[in-house]
């Protein structure tokens, strides 16, 4: 129960984090491109890559502070995060047919699902 707790905390500072990065994006780089999106991808790809890789023999991170602020803070933040991580790790484990599957799948299944979503919402609609 107490690693739920973390999780949800640290999602809730995340989302926090995430608006405030987006809003102010859309502000001084103006709304025609989503900057913001970028922005927060990119800096939560940083982040959790940071977070992460300091994992070793003498990680300085405890198993609650990583949940806390891997899954939490940076999952709240932006879940595209985890899937940069996920595809760099199996890069790095030399399993690059995989990690080219999963951008490509990734990339196409959600591409796919938006679209079908988009359809029932517009049949459910009328």
Do not use: H, K
Not at 76 to 101: D, P, V
């Amino acid at each position: 129960m107490v690693r739920l707790l973390l999780v949800c905390a640290g999602g809730a500072f995340g989302s926090g984090a995430r608006y405030l990065v987006s809003t102010w994006a859309a502000r001084a780089l103006g709304p025609a491109f989503p900057f913001g999106t970028l922005l927060v991808n990119a800096s939560g790809s940083f982040l959790l890559a940071v977070i992460m890789g300091v994992a070793g023999p003498r990680d300085p991170l405890t198993p609650e502070v990583r949940l806390l602020l891997g899954a939490g803070v940076m999952g709240g933040y932006t879940t595209y995060s985890s899937f940069n991580w996920e595809t760099l790790a199996l890069a790095q484990r030399g399993s690059l047919s995989l990690a080219l599957a999963n951008v490509s799948l990734t990339v196409v299944v959600c591409l796919v699902a938006g679209v079908l979503g988009l359809f029932l919402a517009r049949l459910l609609a009328g």
